[in-house]
């Protein structure tokens, strides 16, 4: 585990704080700009790219925000338990998750899948999330002492789409995340917390370039009805508005941030 932010008190309190995992690049790193501009403590978590990491982490202390970086592999039941621990220690009670992190592995189809990669794909986009949750939970629901929160889990179309010939595993796993939104609103609705998704459809990030295809919304876009691919600030503004007090009465919820394409 490691803290960074320069000048950073060992706590901070009357401030909302976010843990975003898997934010520092893409999407991750467009809410964490869009939560600062709100007022909001950012933690960054991150599994390996320290430098964008830290290099977030100094632009939002630049633009007067409070920011760290945590190293944690979500995949890895000790360190999420770990990276919550950080962030309390950080910013005192967490109000927000979002649930940012996955991997992508490259195009195949089904039948030449080994074990192992759908053990890597599940254990961060599915076992990992749902490790997040449930220390999320612990700490904001009323049932415990909290004091409520919101959840956003980063979803994707493919659940819906199935993505043949590519990410097969990728989309079943995201499908995981879209059950797993439903069923724990309603299972903590009634105890201050909110857990709705966001399903992104093709946008310019470097996933892509994890599937082997860095160029790949330039080749799909045309299946797109708007017939262009979309930006990390796009989606980060839907994920801003289920967390953010707008949405109070929105929870087991989705919002499609695909330009029609599902």
Same mark, same amino acid.
């Given at each position: ?54 290099? %977030?982490? #100094? !632009?939002?202390?630049?633009? /007067?925000? +409070?920011?760290? @970086?945590? *190293? $944690? ?110 069923? %724990?609103? #309603? !299972?903590?609705?009634?105890? /201050?917390? +909110?857990?709705? @998704?966001? *399903? $992104? ?62």
């Amino acid at each position: 585990m490691r803290r960074v932010g320069r000048g950073l008190p060992d706590k901070l309190t009357d401030v909302k704080s976010i843990l975003i995992t898997g934010g520092s690049r893409g999407i991750g790193a467009a809410t964490a700009r869009l939560a600062v501009r709100h007022g909001c403590a950012v933690c960054i978590n991150y599994r390996q790219r320290r430098e964008s990491a830290d290099s %977030l982490v #100094r !632009e939002l202390e630049s633009a /007067g925000g +409070r920011a760290i @970086a945590i *190293r $944690a592999d979500i995949a890895v039941e000790a360190e999420v338990s770990a990276l919550f621990e950080a962030c309390d220690r950080a910013f005192g009670t967490l109000t927000a998750l979002v649930n940012n992190a996955g991997i992508l592995e490259p195009q195949m189809r089904v039948d030449g899948m080994a074990m192992d990669r759908l053990h890597r794909v599940f254990a961060t986009n599915v076992y990992g999330a749902f490790a997040c949750a449930r220390e999320a939970v612990k700490r904001m629901s009323t049932r415990y002492g909290g004091g409520g929160g919101t959840i956003v889990n980063v979803s994707s179309v493919a659940s819906g789409l199935g993505s043949p010939g590519e990410y097969v595993d990728y989309a079943a796993s995201k499908g995981a995340l879209d059950t797993l939104t439903i069923g %724990l609103a #309603r !299972e903590v609705a009634d105890e /201050g917390i +909110r857990v709705n @998704a966001v *399903r $992104a459809g093709v946008i310019y990030t470097e996933m892509h370039a994890s599937g082997g295809e860095p160029g790949r919304v330039d080749r799909v876009k045309g299946s797109v009805p708007m017939k262009r691919g979309g930006t990390p600030e796009e989606v980060a503004e839907a994920i801003w508005w289920l967390l953010s007090d707008r949405s109070s009465y929105t929870t087991g919820s989705f919002i499609d941030v695909s330009g029609g394409r599902s």
